[in-house]
């Protein structure tokens, strides 16, 4: 299971706020290449395994890098893609979700039309440091998720050790109230 696969909803919250703000389509991938969440054309396939191995997310997860593509067509890291004679993106950019050192997703940002390609040209400047700002946002929710599970976790081992011990334990808080008994 990915870091992104836990905090799935709330990926798919961020995709659709960045596609009703920006009118672009949004999609995220984890670093497995399943997509995690996306707007318009790409919602149909949450949840499914992207099969491309040349794909631009790839060079992204290797490489750690942000991508702006201009025009698809005529991109040097579009063209090993086995879909660039059909693909329907015109521009995109692409930004890597990073936990520490590890690159654990993608988030894309994609223009269907003209209007939108030149759109994304027109403010890529403003645009990548958004993006990279919703990448760092859902980073951190996967940190905070991981922390969430971490504590569950040893809050029911702790249950557990209390529930075994012989002795009688009651546990209270600061002010004096019980919060747990054996």
Do not use: W
């Not at 709330?10 to 960045?18: C, G, L, R």
């Not at 631009?56 to 879909?83: F, K, M, N, P």
């Not at 030149?118 to 980073?139: H, T, V, Y």
């Amino acid at each position: 299971m990915s870091q992104l696969s836990s905090i799935q909803t709330m990926t798919q919250q961020i995709a659709e706020a960045i596609s009703s703000v920006l009118e672009m389509e949004v999609t995220i991938v984890d670093k497995n290449m399943v997509r995690m969440a996306g707007t318009g054309y790409y919602r149909e396939s949450i949840g499914e395994r992207i099969v491309l191995t040349n794909s631009l997310y790839h060079q992204v997860l290797e490489q750690g890098s942000e991508y702006v593509i201009t025009d698809v067509r005529t991109s040097d890291a579009c063209e090993a893609c086995e879909r660039h004679a059909t693909c329907m993106e015109l521009a995109h950019l692409c930004c890597p979700i990073i936990l520490g050192k590890e690159v654990v997703g993608v988030i894309g940002l994609i223009a269907f039309s003209q209007e939108k390609q030149n759109e994304l040209i027109e403010k890529r400047g403003q645009l990548l440091p958004f993006i990279r700002k919703m990448a760092e946002l859902i980073a951190a929710k996967a940190v905070e998720k991981d922390a969430l599970n971490r504590m569950v976790l040893l809050k029911n081992q702790m249950e557990t050790v209390l529930n075994f011990v012989a002795e009688g334990i009651i546990a209270v808080d600061h002010l004096a109230r019980i919060i747990n008994v054996n």
